[in-house]
């Protein structure tokens, strides 16, 4: 399932095994999630799932579940 595999990418990245994700969740609430752990997410999210996202992509997510539609659609 794409939200079990999104929140073990997440948890591995800012190294925290409580954090817990829904579609609201945003960079405001992961502690540590600034632009350059952004940058360290979205990398280890295109290698979890195979995917690439586009820039445009990347700077339109404004939460978790925009995400999700986005590795959705590309698998």
Do not use: P, Y
Not at 2 to 30: G, K, P, Y
């Amino acid at each position: 399932m794409i939200s079990e595999q999104l929140t073990n990418v997440f948890r591995e990245v800012f190294d925290d095994n409580t954090i817990t994700l829904n579609n609201q969740t945003t960079a405001d609430q992961i502690e540590g999630w600034d632009s350059m752990s952004h940058i360290n997410l979205i990398i280890a999210i295109e290698i979890a799932f195979g995917i690439e996202f586009t820039n445009e992509e990347i700077r339109s997510f404004n939460n978790v579940g925009e995400m999700q539609q986005c590795i959705n659609k590309k698998l």
